[in-house]
């Protein structure tokens, strides 16, 4: 085996990948277990959607060129879909939303059509309020009411959204609508035994 990593070593050719693990305490019996196993991994390590766990790791890749190019090739690689994962614009999205850029947040959403794909990706309430919070803090007041409404026409009974059109009108200087949708949480969630009411009956007080 020493040999044969040698000859690779002294021989290199794109068409081969291999690596060379010594498994000190497995037998001619139980190696096929991880070596098949990471052969699998190895070959098919491109077919899962790509995650980046910071925008610098995702700038030192490519950016949005080199995401395409990378789709693309895996798509001609194994004959499927060459469109960008919807896992990775969620990833992308949230990534944009946890460092604040909100640059490359509006960017994305042109790029993916993006209020249409948080409109059918999203099953849960609490990311149209979170998505609408980040619109709302970059001052941009229309696209945040359009995500809440985008939420409400899914969720209708969701507590959280109402809670969040509160906050939204109570930003605008609106006492009477924040007011409506607030008693409209409090309502949602004293019906479904919610956790968050005490919260919400808090924001209700601060506009007396």
């Known amino acids: ?9 002294q021989n290199k050719t794109e068409y081969i990948s291999w690596k060379f693990s010594l498994l000190e305490n497995e037998n001619h019996y139980s190696t ?19 995650r980046f766990f910071s925008l610098n790791e995702f700038k030192d890749f490519g950016g949005l060129p080199a ?4 789709y693309a090739k895996r798509g001609e690689k194994y004959q499927i ?17 946890k460092e604040n850029d ?20 999203y099953n849960q309430a609490h990311w149209f309020t979170r998505f609408s919070t980040f619109y709302l803090s970059n001052e941009s007041s229309a696209d945040a009411i359009e995500i ?13 959204i109402h809670n969040e059109m509160g906050n939204y009108f109570k930003t605008k200087g609106q006492v009477k609508e924040a007011k409506e949708w607030y008693n409209k949480a409090i309502r949602i969630a004293e019906m479904n035994h919610e956790k ?13």
Do not use: C
Request: aromatic share 16%.
């Open 1 to 9: 085996m020493y040999e044969l990593d040698s000859l690779f070593l």
């Open 32 to 50: 096929p277990l991880f070596t098949i196993n990471e052969g699998l991994k190895s070959f098919f390590s491109d077919f899962g959607p790509l």
């Open 67 to 70: 995401l395409k190019k990378h």
């Open 81 to 97: 879909d060459n469109e960008i994962h919807d896992d990775t614009k969620h990833y992308l999205f949230l990534q944009s939303v």
């Open 102 to 121: 909100f640059e490359l947040f509006q960017e994305l959403i042109k790029e993916f059509d993006g209020k249409t794909f948080i409109a059918n990706y």
């Open 148 to 160: 809440l409404e985008l939420g409400l026409s899914k969720f209708p009974q969701a507590s959280i």
């Open 196 to 208: 968050e009411l005490f919260d919400y009956k808090i924001n209700l007080d601060s506009l007396r």
